[in-house]
DNA sequence: CACAAATCTAACCCTAGCGTGAGAATACAC
DNA sequence: GTGTATTCTCACGCTAGGGTTAGATTTGTG
């Protein structure tokens, strides 16, 4: 922890593998402070803080955004803290994995639908119908009766 | 198409079951243009328009981006133009199927990032050790001697 | 001291799809 | 003419994660 640790931060986003602005964005939101500040304002990271991005990123591959990262590590915790630091972050990967499964869900319908769409249109591509004048929906379809899955409905 | 047909963009809001500002937000995309502008500025639309505002909304559910909306209806087709806009539509979806498989995908794999390190996580919470002062990143654990997940590297 | 390289703050830009005003002007009925 | 409802044009706000300037300092070296 000599004053040999600290480096500015073009050194440590070069260490950690990002670059100077989202180092400052991160400060910005209170992820990750750095450990001195010159009288000049410049900026002083100790190397072993390239973890601490490390685990943001990390957190961030998992889905995260950074504000629920900030709430999960935005406290530097002691070395006694670790099992409330487990807590936090399983908390928080938990309360993710419902979002994710609901976007997942969403997204499954969308796809769903877009088959629906796709099959249909594949119909109407062979279909030389077109629709009568008071009933430009195409629907019913005139060749075979069938109605037109909601998200085609006005294409006609 | 004589004058009677033209209403102003409240009723046309509300007959197409959206808002001023969505339709002016529709308008600065170049999605739907009112029929008409009076000297004093005010918008006044087709009846008929409505079908449009709700082919707009279809491909919206369809998860398509409005600027990707625009490409394919941005031009009134006429009657004779069917086969070419349902070319378009089609393409369109496909293109759009392709994007929506390569999401799911990435999301799945969040997924399964997710599971995994929740069941690590598991682990650690009955896991008493410290780790090393040379081995902040419990990488092998000491316990098990299993190598960490990638996303959580950092959080030891 | 002088100079170059690094860094500082501040600010505006981007994607999407509107929401929400402010303040001015229009349209229409009476 | 006058009142009131409607509409007009800005223009900023939101989420996320920075990109990209500009102009001013600071640091460190010779």
Same mark, same amino acid.
């Given at each position: ?92 990967? &938990? ?54 899955? &909601? ?6």
């Amino acid at each position: 922890m000599s004053k040999q640790d600290l480096i500015k931060i073009g050194e440590f986003a070069t260490l950690a593998g990002t670059n100077l602005r989202t180092l400052r964005y991160y400060e910005e939101l209170g992820l990750l402070k750095p450990t001195l500040r010159s009288d000049g304002g410049f900026r002083y990271y100790r190397r072993a803080s390239a973890q601490r991005v490390a685990m943001i990123r990390d957190l961030q591959e998992l889905g995260l955004p950074l504000e629920r990262i900030r709430e999960i590590v935005g406290i530097q915790p002691k070395d006694g803290d670790r099992t409330a630091l487990l807590q936090r972050v399983r908390r928080a990967l &938990e309360e993710h994995q419902l979002l994710l499964a609901a976007h997942l869900d969403a997204l499954k319908a969308q796809q769903g639908r877009l088959e629906t769409a796709l099959a249909k249109l594949k119909d109407c591509s062979c279909c030389d119908e077109l629709p009568a004048a008071d009933n430009n929906f195409c629907d019913p379809c005139g060749s075979t009766g069938e109605c037109l899955p &909601e998200g085609l409905r006005a294409l006609f």
